[in-house]
Every structure is written in structure tokens, then in C-alpha cells.
């Protein structure tokens, strides 16, 4: 019973975190930090030994994310003048991933996704170690492009959430399968309130 209040709260607050992701609102980050801690005790009771693990590193980029989000800078080209610089918003701004950092991420998603299945396999009880490193891996790679705030982390997201949907419908986390159904559905407008939200800032 323990387990049920604290997932239906862990699904309240993953829907404000939803909510303030999609609005590209710096809050999100607060709730960025309170929804892991949730999910840390949730997790570890379910056998989820990769989404524990990747809960704690969930709390690590929330704090990276708030302050890259506050006082981060791009040094991609400008269209500002040096004379408009002082009057140009200081939010930072949405943008494309660069092309330099696809190899980079996707090869930190391999070796994330093979490394943790190998320690699930070897030294935990799971009975879903491929699936639970598949999501953990590329919620790593997504969590990293969010905290740059890099438009394409959705795409991520979008795969992530329709597999945690289904592997958790088969651990019996009901409330947590519906989050993650939502924000499969969501994930989708978001990225395209996002692509809106960059072009307004151009």
C-alpha cells in the first residue's frame, strides 16, 4: 500500500514535470529533483535495478540542467550585433543538436546500454535486463540533450516512454505505465511546441 501512495505521487509530480518540460519552463528542474527521489525507493522495491541507478543520475543532471539552464551560454553564431547583445534575452535559447555530437552520444548509448545490461544480467535478479538497460541507456543520452536543451531530446523521449509503458504494465506499476503512456502522447506535441518556441526565439 506504501508502494501505491508513493507511485500515485510520483505520477502527480511526473505530470507538473511533463507540464513544465513542455512549456520549456526552467521549473521543471525542481520537480526534476523530487520525482527521482520518489522513484529511487519505487524502483529498487520493483526489481527495476537499471531505473533505480538511473534515478540517481536523474537527480545529478536535474541540478546540471537548472543551472546550465540559468547561466549557460551557446557559442554557436549570433544573429545579434555586438551593439544588440546587452538588450538580447538571456534565456537560453532551443536549439538542434549539433552534428558533432551524434557519434559522441550514440556511442555513450551503446556502451550504456551493453554495460548495464551486463551488470543486470550478472549480478541482479532482473528479469528484464535488456529492456530496463534499453530505457536506461537512452534516458541518459535524453536527459544530457534536455539539460542542453537540445530540441531533439523528444525524440528520445518518444521511444523511452512507449517501452517503460509496456515494461512497467508488466511489473504491475499501473499509475507509472499511464504516466509514461501520456507522455509518449505528449512527448510528440512537445516537440513540436518546442521547434514553435525556437522559432519565436530566432
Known amino acids: 500500500m506504501e508502494l501505491n501512495y508513493l507511485e500515485i505521487f510520483g505520477t ?6 511533463l507540464w513544465l ?5 526552467i521549473y521543471l528542474w525542481i520537480a526534476g529533483i523530487i520525482m527521482p527521489a520518489i522513484y529511487i ?3 529498487y522495491k520493483a526489481g ?25 551560454h551557446r557559442k554557436e553564431k549570433s544573429n545579434y550585433t555586438k551593439a544588440e547583445t546587452a538588450n538580447k534575452p538571456t534565456k537560453l535559447p532551443i536549439v538542434h543538436t549539433p552534428w558533432k555530437y551524434y557519434l559522441p552520444l550514440t556511442l555513450a548509448f551503446l556502451i550504456s546500454f ?4 551486463w551488470i ?11 529492456l530496463d538497460s534499453f530505457t536506461t541507456a537512452l534516458s541518459i543520452v535524453g536527459m544530457w540533450m534536455l539539460a542542453r536543451k537540445y530540441i531533439e531530446q523528444w525524440f528520445a523521449w518518444i521511444l523511452v516512454d512507449i517501452v517503460c509503458c509496456g515494461l ?5 506499476l499501473y499509475f507509472t505505465s499511464g504516466l509514461y503512456g501520456l507522455y509518449s502522447i505528449i512527448a510528440i506535441f512537445g516537440y513540436f511546441k518546442w521547434k514553435k518556441l525556437m522559432k519565436q526565439l530566432q
Open 114 to 117: 551493453l554495460g548495464i545490461a
Open 48 to 72: 527495476l535495478y537499471a531505473d533505480f541507478g538511473i534515478n540517481i543520475y536523474y537527480l545529478i543532471a536535474a541540478i546540471y540542467g537548472w543551472f546550465f539552464w540559468m547561466w549557460g
Open 168 to 172: 512497467y504494465i508488466y511489473k504491475d
Open 12 to 17: 502527480i509530480v511526473g505530470l507538473v514535470y
Open 120 to 130: 543486470l544480467i550478472k549480478y541482479t535478479d532482473s528479469n528484464v535486463p535488456w
Open 21 to 25: 518540460e513542455y512549456r520549456a519552463n
Open 41 to 43: 525507493f519505487i524502483y
